[in-house]
T-cell receptor, first 114, second 116 residues
């Protein structure tokens, strides 16, 4: 199975709050898990990525938590700001072999209220 | 700016027609990926080229084809267009030198295709 399931579909958070987006995967061959941020009319931009040898990765206000046994990973946005309002996609791929295409989740539309 | 360029930005055409979308990867990137983004299907992988050779195929229709040229730019050809082909088409590139950290894919701004 190649699916990556993402939830919630939409999320509204107050400024300064914590935004949490969850993803689950089925293919145990996946070993690279990036998160992308997309603004309207723009291409997806790489935000942060993790590999399964660590359980957490933090970059600024963005943290990925990874649970290998549960095959789940999540994005936490601390101190959410109105400028974070965008669509967020989780993705997964394998990093072995020559075919490294990304399998994307369905996306989460985040709105941060001022 | 990701460094990946795509042209044209917008394309409006009629059913049955053929169009070509162009992508220039970031300098030094050998791999080019094409993705389709639509409201009902989300972001879906179409095809990957690495240094001129096809490496992987996803949910790409037989009416669609692609190639990567010696200068590493890539073109996606869409023929016998149908209304359902209306979507955003993104190109992404990566280094993929086989070393750790080289899997990052950088996306271009996309081409919005409208089939009338």
């Amino acid at each position: 199975q190649q699916q990556v399931k993402q939830s919630p579909q939409s999320l509204i958070v107050q400024k300064g709050g914590i935004s949490i987006i969850n993803c689950a995967y089925e293919n145990t061959a996946f070993d690279y898990f990036p998160w992308y941020q997309q603004f309207p009319g723009k291409g997806p931009a790489l935000l942060i990525a993790i590999r399964p040898d660590v359980s957490e990765k933090k970059e600024g206000r963005f943290t990925i938590s990874f649970n290998k046994s549960a095959k789940q990973f999540s994005l936490h946005i601390m101190d959410s700001q109105p400028g974070d309002s965008a669509t967020y996609f989780c993705a997964a791929s394998t990093s072995s072999g020559s075919a490294r295409q990304l399998t994307f989740g369905s996306g989460t539309q985040l709105t941060v209220l001022p | 700016d990701s460094g990946v360029t795509q042209t044209p930005k917008h394309l409006i055409t009629a059913t049955g027609q053929r169009v070509t979308l162009r992508c220039s990867p970031r300098s030094g990137d050998l791999s080019v990926y094409w993705y389709q983004q639509s409201l009902d299907q989300g972001l879906q992988f179409l095809i990957q080229y690495y240094n001129g050779e096809e490496r992987a195929k996803g949910n790409i229709l037989e009416r669609f084809s692609a190639q990567q040229f010696p200068d590493l730019h890539s073109e996606l050809n869409l023929s016998s267009l149908e209304l359902g082909d209306s979507a955003l088409y993104f190109c992404a590139s990566s280094v993929e030198s086989g070393t750790s950290g080289s899997d990052e894919q950088f996306f271009g701004p996309g081409t919005r295709l409208t089939v009338l």
